[in-house]
């Protein structure tokens, strides 16, 4: 590895910048948005499927034209700026939770386990490098339907196992109990949890709360606080800690705008995080040296992306 300790000035983060889960859309600002994570210093996006939640996909025709189009977004977005893109497709379990009802359930959950195999497709010829959305609903359902979700994530998971494929979850957010029954899940199945991502994801990153399942953590407010309070330095020291990325989940929904964080949020957080961390405990800091905050901001914009998800390009 090089040494990324010239990157952290100071002041500022001159390394790569990643931002672990990103969606686009033609219709929003798509490569605008793109260009303002790069003018801000980001320099490689997971892009995540996102389904038209205005027109459901109802065929596995329908789900396949939706593929194609986010990779043909993300040959755009290389095209048209310096960003490294990486892809996650997949079926969102709140389609599932929708169709339930349009379409049954039997129906329903066909489609989005084909969706799923259509995704490993992908994921074999090297198109995408994740799987999903994939998880349960995060709104409150029925016992019934809790357990079906619960069943078909299983599935879901047994088949990526077979092609180590790893996955980015969409779940409800209950605390530590939340990543912890999914870490129950992965063994269960057999699922290595260390491709087993927690999209979405509070700002705590001790192991208790993740259960070591990586992470990409929202970044809003109090995110910076809660990370530089969390972390364990002996497992960063001695390289066992679980990964750790930033996230947006910027949606580019022209109807939701502002409705999420937007695509310069990581860039300007990991330079707060610096400065956080570098602070002197006296001025509510951390104390750390730009030796030691280099590293791991190293850790979460590039080695944890590549551990995951393979170098960028
Ligand atoms: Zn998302």
Same mark, same amino acid.
């Given at each position: 590895?090089?040494?990324?300790?010239?990157?952290?000035?100071? &002041?500022?983060?001159?390394?790569?910048?990643?931002?672990?889960?990103?969606?686009?859309?033609?219709?929003?600002r798509?490569?605008?948005?793109?260009?303002?994570f790069?003018?801000?210093?980001?320099?490689?996006?997971?892009?995540?499927?996102?389904?038209?939640?205005?027109?459901?996909?109802?065929?596995?025709?329908?789900?396949?034209?939706?593929?194609?189009?986010?990779?043909?977004?993300?040959k755009?977005?290389?095209?048209?700026?310096?960003?490294?893109?990486?892809?996650v497709?997949?079926?969102h379990?709140v389609?599932?939770?929708h169709?339930?009802?349009?379409?049954?359930?039997?129906?329903?959950?066909?489609?989005?386990?084909?969706?799923?195999?259509?995704?490993?497709?992908?994921?074999?010829?090297?198109?995408?490098?994740?799987?999903?959305?994939?998880?349960?609903?995060?709104?409150?359902?029925s016992?019934?339907?809790?357990?079906?979700a619960?069943?078909?994530?299983?599935?879901?998971?047994r088949?990526?196992?077979s092609?180590?494929?790893?996955?980015?979850?969409?779940?409800?957010?209950?605390?530590?109990?939340?990543?912890?029954?999914l870490?129950?899940? $992965? &063994?269960?199945?057999?699922y290595?949890?260390?491709?087993?991502?927690?999209h979405?994801?509070p700002?705590?990153?001790?192991s208790s709360?993740?259960s070591n399942?990586?992470?990409?953590?929202?970044?809003?407010?109090?995110?910076?606080?809660?990370?530089?309070?969390?972390?364990?330095?002996? $497992?960063?020291?001695?390289?066992?800690?679980?990964?750790?990325?930033?996230?947006?989940?910027?949606?580019?929904?022209?109807?939701?705008?502002?409705?999420?964080?937007?695509?310069?949020?990581?860039?300007?957080?990991?330079? &707060?995080?610096?400065?956080?961390?570098?602070?002197?405990?006296?001025e509510?800091g951390?104390?750390?040296?730009h030796?030691?905050?280099?590293n791991?901001?190293?850790?979460?914009?590039?080695?944890?992306p590549?551990?995951?998800?393979?170098?960028?390009?």
């Amino acid at each position: 590895m090089e040494d990324p300790t010239p990157f952290w000035d100071g &002041e500022k983060w001159t390394g790569p910048i990643t931002d672990g889960h990103m969606h686009l859309d033609r219709m929003g600002r798509f490569l605008d948005a793109a260009i303002d994570f790069e003018n801000a210093g980001g320099t490689r996006l997971i892009l995540v499927h996102k389904p038209d939640f205005n027109q459901l996909p109802e065929t596995i025709e329908d789900v396949s034209t939706a593929y194609l189009e986010t990779l043909a977004m993300a040959k755009d977005v290389r095209e048209a700026t310096n960003l490294g893109v990486q892809v996650v497709l997949g079926p969102h379990p709140v389609v599932w939770a929708h169709q339930l009802e349009s379409l049954g359930e039997e129906t329903a959950t066909e489609l989005h386990l084909s969706s799923v195999d259509l995704a490993l497709t992908h994921h074999q010829e090297g198109e995408c490098v994740a799987i999903g959305e994939i998880g349960r609903p995060h709104f409150p359902v029925s016992t019934e339907i809790w357990n079906k979700a619960n069943m078909m994530l299983e599935e879901v998971l047994r088949r990526c196992a077979s092609q180590n494929a790893p996955v980015q979850f969409h779940v409800e957010d209950r605390g530590a109990s939340t990543c912890q029954e999914l870490s129950e899940i $992965c &063994e269960k199945v057999n699922y290595p949890r260390s491709i087993a991502l927690r999209h979405y994801a509070p700002g705590d990153v001790s192991s208790s709360f993740t259960s070591n399942l990586p992470v990409t953590v929202s970044m809003g407010r109090g995110s910076i606080g809660k990370i530089a309070s969390t972390i364990d330095l002996d $497992c960063l020291s001695d390289g066992t800690h679980s990964p750790v990325l930033m996230e947006t989940d910027y949606l580019d929904d022209p109807r939701r705008p502002g409705a999420v964080l937007g695509p310069r949020t990581v860039p300007k957080r990991t330079n &707060e995080l610096g400065r956080h961390l570098q602070n002197p405990s006296n001025e509510g800091g951390l104390g750390w040296s730009h030796h030691q905050i280099a590293n791991f901001l190293w850790k979460i914009h590039r080695a944890w992306p590549d551990a995951l998800y393979g170098e960028c390009r």
